[in-house]
């Protein structure tokens, strides 16, 4: 399954479907809140605070968002008063590479 389907399956969860997983590319991809709806941004806002980097950098990698966007999207949640995430915030994304594999996990390439 697509990343950005998995992030908005489990954004959705205790909402309904709001948040699509277009809202959720075109939202890292463009580096700001860009669902089709202010609800679907409201949920969009925590993203970092609900979801692992791992996860997240691995929708990047599979939409072609640069890093520099994902990083303008979440420092946009934190001026809106989003909950910081330690996680990102402590992840180090210029070695944090990520790789599909067949089973359709992310690997982080630096610890083979």
Known sequence: MPAASLIATHL???YGRI????????SLTSGRLSAATKAANDILSGLFAEVEPRLILRCAQEE??????VQRLYEETVVQGCVRS???EHCDL????VLRTP???PVDLESR
Do not use: C, I, M
């Not at 072609?64 to 966007?69: P, Q, R, W, Y």
């Open 64 to 69: 072609g968002a640069a890093l520099e966007a």
């Open 103 to 105: 089973n359709d996990y």
């Open 94 to 97: 210029a070695l944090f590479s």
């Open 19 to 26: 948040v699509s997983a277009g809202d959720v590319a075109l």
């Open 12 to 14: 959705n969860a205790p």
């Open 86 to 88: 330690p996680e990102w």
